[in-house]
């Protein structure tokens, strides 16, 4: 019996794949639905290709689009949005670019996106980049679980681990006592502090990023486009996302993106909020943490775009007791003093 702490993206993948292979599994969070957390505020772009992929994030991109397509086929209300992706902000040109990635000129940028008021004069396109509703994504994992037998305990408070005879026994909760033979922490940055009374600091940065949702007419940005001030997407018809620097304003985005395209006078900004990303020094966070294997952590940057594959992975070695190689350097060994110190 596992229990995972923390309903985001992560959390929720962790807990469909273990339901899906028959293991029974409880999934807590302290709110009262999923995805309230940085998922809840997620610009959820997601790609294979390209970008920055640190440690072992590097040997888990490969699998990201087909991992997606997996959960598409398996979860009908489940779909991702494959529009593409236009980049001018700083991305290398060239022979760098590598597979699956194309330098288009101003025509190509004009076609692609012909609401631009002033195309660059070169950018990336990725034609295999697309986004998600990350809000929708984790709702979809919660309730597939569910219907697979997973238990849900949401809205808790004071979650903490429960620890007899030296060993991580479960977790308790203002619902009470939530045995597990392994705990699995997909806290986001606040799994520094559930583990805090074991004497255990895992080095995760706390990084804030901004998020402005918006109304615009449908179709008036098509792809993802990044520049060097901001990057937006449409996430569904009608609404926009957009991530700027944290210390600009939700004015300063609807500024940027009146400048940067036709048509988008009489967009409006819904609402805006700054989250602080699970950031893990040397990239995802991966593995068992304790050696008697009863708690186990999964962090990292990225997440909307690493979940279902990281789910998936995790879900098997826990299962199986055999451990998935596409993990081996995202594991905490080197990374975690044992002792705290
Ligand atoms: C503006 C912005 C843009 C981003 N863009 C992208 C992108 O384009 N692509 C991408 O892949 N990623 C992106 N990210 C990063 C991505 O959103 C995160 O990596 C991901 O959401 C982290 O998911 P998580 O499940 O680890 O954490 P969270 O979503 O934070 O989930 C953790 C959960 O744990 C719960 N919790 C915490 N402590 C406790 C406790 N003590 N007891 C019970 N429950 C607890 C919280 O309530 C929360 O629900 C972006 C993030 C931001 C903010």
Known sequence: MSVVVGAGVVGASVAYHQARR????????????????????SFARIGGRGGHWP?????????VLADYRRLE????????????????DGAPVGAE????????????????????????EWAVHTPSDG?????????????AARGLGARTVLGVAGAALETVGGSVAGVTSSAGFHPASTVVLAAGTEV???????????????SPARLVRLTAPSGLVRAIVAGPEFEVREVRAGRLLMTVPPTSSSAGALRHLQAAFH?????????????????????PLVGHLTPDGSVYVAVMHSAVTLAPTVGRLVA??????????ELCRCRPEGRVPRDGG
């Open 97 to 120: 670019l590598g597979v699956g990635r194309f330098r288009v000129g101003a025509d190509g940028i004009r076609a692609l996106e012909p609401g631009l008021r002033e195309p660059p």
């Open 22 to 41: 028959g293991a029974p599994v409880t999934l807590i969070d302290r709110a009262p639905a999923p995805a309230t957390g940085v998922t809840g505020a």
């Open 263 to 283: 048509g988008a006078d009489g967009c409006r900004v819904l609402d805006t909020r700054v989250s602080a990303r699970p950031v893990p020094a040397g990239g």
């Open 131 to 143: 986004g998600v509703d990350a809000v929708a994504v984790t709702g979809a994992l919660v309730r």
């Open 73 to 88: 086929a398996e979860l009908p209300d489940l779909a991702v949005r494959r529009s593409g992706s236009l980049r001018w």
């Open 55 to 63: 440690g072992g994030a590097e040997d888990l991109r490969g699998s």
């Open 192 to 206: 520094c502090e559930l583990l805090a009374p074991l004497g255990l600091e895992v080095p995760i940065e706390a």
């Open 316 to 325: 098997r070695e826990l299962v199986t007791g055999e451990g998935a190689d």
